[in-house]
Nanobody, 123 residues
Framework: QVQLVESGGGLVQAGASLRLSCVAS????????VDWFRQAPGKEREFIAG????????YYADSAKGRFTISKEFTKATVYLQIDNLKPEDTAVYYC????????????????WGNGTLVTVSS
């Protein structure tokens, strides 16, 4: 079992940066990859980026390359999502997810979800 808790969202001005955190726990948490998704009002859930716990391998949605950076600290069981130059279009609930499969870039094989953290970007 894996539990995931996101934090770091809030209300920010356009152009600001945020670093979101996802803390994983549970006996088997390190057997999963961790992905970040977001869901804006009226939109479907969208993949952003993912990572494994070991090594430097990361994978991104094409649309996320540039302003989004995923990283992790294994000793803290925490995965981060850095978002730079936030835009109003980034307003969404951001979720992390535990996935048995690396690089699938969709919700199809997600095993566990966090409850999300809300990012609101004002202009």
């Amino acid at each position: 079992q894996v539990q995931l808790v996101e934090s770091g969202g809030g209300l920010v001005q356009a152009g600001a940066s945020l670093r979101l955190s996802c803390v994983a726990s549970g006996r088997t948490f390190n057997e999963y990859y961790v992905d970040w998704f977001r869901q804006a009002p009226g939109k479907e859930r969208e993949f952003i980026a993912g990572t494994g716990w070991i090594g430097d391998s990361q994978y991104y949605a094409d649309s996320a390359k540039g302003r989004f950076t995923i990283s992790k600290e294994f000793t803290k069981a925490t995965v981060y999502l850095q978002i730079d130059n936030l835009k109003p279009e980034d307003t969404a609930v951001y979720y992390c997810a535990a996935n048995r499969v690396a690089g699938i870039r969709s919700t199809a094989r997600v095993a566990y979800w966090g409850n999300g953290t809300l990012v609101t970007v004002s202009s």
